[in-house]
């Protein structure tokens, strides 16, 4: 197992509980997409493993290391990467420039430009437009430059939130392509998604999250077949 969430209880500041006893689990190499309804709470499961919310309960499990409480600078240093939804990109900043703060706790010079090297062979889009300011790519190539400055650091766990948001069909393929591509890779992959049918076609496993809790899990074919996931999520008539 490469992380484990363990009966976590979770808020923002001071305010309310926000999860409750939730618990997940990703193994090296796995994609695993949590879904479920707006508001449910499936930010706030990747915010929490990455340090930003105000963990009350519970454990994540890094490894063998315990990462609970930890800041995040320190959880991106034990291996851990997200990608935040949206304005995920410095858009004043060219291609390269921000996959140089992708890099930001990286010290070698060397080994920053060897890798900036893989990234631009990754995304060849990413070399083409690599003196643009990020501001100018579309919808599509910013999603790419976000994983690209997420994988500068050559994580363990990718945690994407909502990769495939407000980007059309073919795009959103090109995203999961390169997702899958990623996994390829040696990266195991914890996604959350609005879009859930095209998020478990590309999934080992699954978890519906739903009032702020763990509702069901299982294989993603499974999900994709049950009658009641279909219904909620899928988009699919009784
Ligand atoms: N920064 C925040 N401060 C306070 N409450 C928040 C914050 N972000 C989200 N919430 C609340 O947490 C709950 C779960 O939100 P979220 O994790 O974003 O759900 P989802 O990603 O499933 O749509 C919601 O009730 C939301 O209002
Ligand atoms: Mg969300």
């Known amino acids: 197992m490469i992380l484990e969430i363990k009966d976590l209880v979770a808020g923002y500041k001071?305010?309310?509980?926000?999860l409750h006893q939730v618990n997940f689990q990703l193994h090296?190499?796995?994609?695993?997409?949590?879904?479920?309804?707006?508001?449910a709470g499936k930010s706030t499961v990747l915010k929490s493993i990455f340090g930003i919310t105000n963990l009350r309960d519970g454990k994540i499990i890094h490894g063998s290391r315990d990462i609970t409480g930890l800041g995040t600078d320190q959880i991106i240093n034990s291996g851990i990467a997200?990608?935040?939804?949206?304005?995920?990109?410095?858009?004043?900043?060219t291609v390269?420039?921000?996959?140089?703060?992708?890099?930001?706790?990286?010290k070698n010079r060397g080994e920053i430009k060897k890798k900036k090297k893989e990234i631009f062979k990754f995304f060849p889009v990413l070399k083409k437009y690599r003196k643009k300011r990020a501001a100018v790519l579309s919808g599509g190539e910013r999603q790419m430059l976000a994983l690209g400055m997420?994988?500068?650091?050559?994580?363990?766990?990718?945690?994407?939130?909502?990769?495939s948001i407000g980007l059309a069909p073919k795009v959103m393929q090109e995203v999961f392509d390169k997702i899958l591509e990623i996994r390829e890779q040696g990266t195991a992959i914890l996604m959350v998604e609005q879009n859930a049918a095209r998020a478990l076609e590309i999934s080992d496993r699954g978890?519906?999250?739903?009032?702020e809790k763990n509702a069901l899990e299982g294989p993603a074919k499974d999900l994709?077949?049950?009658?009641r996931v279909g219904e909620l999520y899928l988009g699919k008539k009784k």
């Open 207 to 211: 978890y519906v999250l739903e009032l």
């Open 96 to 106: 390269e420039e921000n996959l140089d703060m992708g890099a930001f706790t990286r």
């Open 28 to 39: 090296a190499n796995e994609i695993v997409t949590i879904i479920g309804p707006n508001g």
């Open 82 to 93: 997200m990608v935040m939804q949206g304005n995920n990109v410095f858009p004043d900043l």
């Open 150 to 163: 997420a994988l500068m650091l050559s994580p363990e766990v990718l945690m994407l939130d909502e990769p």
């Open 224 to 227: 994709l077949k049950n009658p």
């Open 14 to 18: 001071s305010g309310p509980n926000i």
